[in-house]
């Protein structure tokens, strides 16, 4: 049917009007494109061509040369040895677990290795290399190289891993690097760059942690050029790191090596330390472990072993173990006595071997009694009936105030890993805690170092040294970082009258060099080498009397776990002290018998720096300590054969 004239007339007016608007759209549309490309080509053109360059070219971290750790001598306690490994690019390998059999065909390969391999190259992008076994031979290295057409995606490499060359010795103190963790990077505000490489290594206690900012160095830098799935085409240019800073501690290695061996088959800790700058010389906790293990990964096994082990030798018992310090607090208490005008040199006190304080009897450790003690023959016969009466007069304040003055329940500033603060028991301390008031009985328990009291063998290395000197002497590891001597904080004066260290030095003098000393057995005869030391011996548990009914009344009749801890400490040369000495022996029994044999030939080897001349001991000890000495020569370690000083 035709449409009528004036409908065809108006249907043709809008088909133009609508073709017009289209088409200004379509040109306003070009307009704008042909605007913006002039204002990116030519307005822009300088920060796109950036960009584009920053897609082609990408910058890569190259990890820096860790620090070198060593003792005061020069000794190499922390190195890095050269360490063939092999890693895997996916993108490369195609398919991974074929590759990964026909490695297992050239070098051994464990199924925790196979699996953590697989694991590791699942997590990271398919063009970032991953290691799949390290510490390799050069045979190994080599075979795998031989066969590089059967395997792609493998890539044999060489860089520095760190080692302990003198293995358990320095364990606890300078501790041990391992793979940086989540939490390690969640612990940082900043984290730095570098510790986003694939398996880098970080200290994670002892030395290796305090001093990481400083052993870690500065990465270097390699600017590479990447296609567009990010695969490396070359190498453009490359930045060089800066190796960490070398640490020098005020560790003698060889002093240490003996400690580690005087108190090998026991749980034990010994601390040696120079009275006058505060030196470390030797901190040995025992048993000790191989920190190497840690390093390469320790396998579950060998970790479950030493978490098993009763005599824990992953605790570092020098600063965290800490112990009831027995009668070697009593010079504590006999100065408290002594700067309360509440006794002096002349002043005996009976002992009967007990006394009765507020209807409780509290037994001196010689059931017989030791008759008439001043404080000389109390400190060193350890009468306990002497302290309990000096305890009385005095109170928990002034014990208080002089065991802190002496160093004691105080957490010092050290590189090592949770350094305790012991325990030095108040009034205040007992009611925030136990919700208790303090009663006689406490201050009793505490004259003799028991009750609360808690410390460290650290704390009771200071508290000698400051006997020693009447100096606030505070301990130090650090002797030096990069070259520049470490600070040495100024030991301001005790102020304690010398009439009264005096006392306590001849009662600690004849402790050591008096027939009815409790430490006589282990005395030094040869004049130069004497020492002055007190024994200890802190109970874990009482024997009970159903105990007691099956016939058990001596501590070597109970399990090892029960017995009674052995502590000593001493300073030496007597006349003109160097060196202080503390030793602490768990579930050793008795401080005469366990401890203070120890602390002598540790005072012996310092001193004469080697193994203690025969001389120094008593005639009717010579023949057995030449044996033992003999066999405990041939568990030492030669120093310095052992592991690369690469820096």
Not at 177 to 199: F, K
Not at 256 to 271: M, P
Not at 457 to 470: D, K, S, Y
Request: proline fraction near 6%; glycine fraction near 8%.
């Amino acid at each position: 049917m035709k449409r009528p004239p004036k409908e065809e007339a108006e249907s043709a007016r809008l088909i133009t009007r609508r073709s017009m608007v289209l088409g200004g759209l379509q040109v306003a549309a070009v307009g704008a494109l042909v605007l913006r490309m002039q204002d990116m080509q030519l307005n822009q053109s300088d920060q796109y061509r950036l960009l584009a360059e920053e897609n082609r070219i990408n910058i890569r971290l190259i990890p820096p040369t860790r620090g070198l750790i060593h003792d005061r001598n020069g000794v190499l306690i922390a190195g890095n040895e050269q360490n063939y490994r092999i890693v895997m690019v996916r993108e490369d390998a195609g398919d991974v677990d074929m590759v990964l059999d026909r490695l297992r065909k050239l070098i051994v390969l464990s199924e925790d290795e196979i699996a953590r391999a697989r694991r590791d190259i699942m997590r990271n992008r398919p063009f970032v290399p991953v290691t799949i076994a390290e510490r390799l031979s050069w045979e190994e290295v080599a075979r795998v190289a031989s066969n590089a057409p059967a395997l792609p995606g493998i890539t044999p490499e060489v860089g520095l891993s760190r080692h302990y060359p003198l293995v358990e010795d320095f364990a606890h103190s300078v501790g041990y690097v391992g793979p940086v963790s989540e939490r390690d990077l969640e612990a940082l505000e900043a984290p730095d760059p570098v510790l986003q490489i694939p398996r880098f290594q970080i200290g994670k206690i002892g030395v290796e942690r305090a001093q990481e900012d400083r052993l870690r160095g500065t990465a270097g830098s390699r600017r590479i050029e990447v296609n567009a799935v990010g695969r490396v085409m070359r190498e453009l240019d490359r930045v060089e790191g800066q190796a960490g800073a070398n640490v020098q501690l005020t560790l003698d290695a060889r002093l240490q090596n003996f400690v580690q061996a005087r108190l090998g088959g026991e749980s034990a800790a010994a601390v040696v330390m120079d009275v006058h700058s505060g030196d470390l010389l030797a901190i040995s906790s025992a048993p000790g472990y191989d920190p190497n293990l840690f390093v390469r990964g320790i396998s579950v096994p060998d970790y479950r072993t030493l978490l098993d082990d009763p005599y824990r030798p992953l605790a570092d018992k020098t600063v965290q173990g800490m112990y009831p310090p027995g009668s070697t607090f009593k010079m504590v208490t006999a100065l408290a006595a002594l700067d309360a005008g509440e006794t002096n040199a002349n002043e005996r006190v009976f002992c009967p071997g007990h006394m009765d304080i507020s209807g409780h009897r509290f037994h001196c450790w010689r059931r017989g009694g030791h008759g008439r003690m001043n404080m000389v023959s109390a400190l060193s016969e350890s009468c306990d009936v002497y302290f309990y009466e000096m305890a009385q007069r005095i109170g928990i304040d002034r014990i208080n105030a002089m065991s802190e003055r002496l160093g004691l329940g105080v957490r010092y500033d050290l590189p090592m890993s949770a350094v305790a603060a012991g325990l030095n028991p108040s009034r205040e301390w007992k009611q925030a805690r136990r919700g208790a008031p303090w009663v006689v009985g406490d201050t009793i328990n505490a004259s003799i170092g028991q009750g609360f009291v808690l410390t460290t063998p650290l704390q009771l290395a200071v508290m000698t040294a400051r006997l020693a000197t009447n100096r606030a002497v505070l301990p130090r590891m650090i002797r030096a970082v990069g070259g520049q001597e470490a600070a040495m904080a100024e030991a301001r004066s005790l102020d304690l009258r010398p009439e009264w260290l005096d006392l306590i030095r001849r009662g600690m003098s004849e402790c050591t060099n008096h027939a009815r000393g409790t430490a006589y057995s282990s005395r030094i005869v040869q004049a130069d080498y004497r020492h002055a030391g007190k024994t200890g011996t802190s109970q874990v548990f009482s024997i009970t009397r159903a105990e007691r009914e099956a016939g058990i009344r001596r501590q070597e009749d109970l399990p090892w776990n029960r017995r009674n801890h052995a502590l000593f400490v001493s300073y030496a040369p007597e006349d003109a002290p160097r060196i202080a000495v503390a030793v602490v022996v768990e579930h050793g029994g008795g401080g005469s018998s366990a401890a203070a044999p120890i602390g002598r030939d540790i005072v012996l080897a310092a001193l004469s720096e080697g193994m203690p001349p025969l001389a120094a001991y008593p005639t009717p000890q010579r023949n057995r300590i030449e044996t033992q000495m003999r066999e405990l020569q041939s568990r030492l370690r030669p120093l310095g054969d052992g592991g690369s000083d690469q820096a």
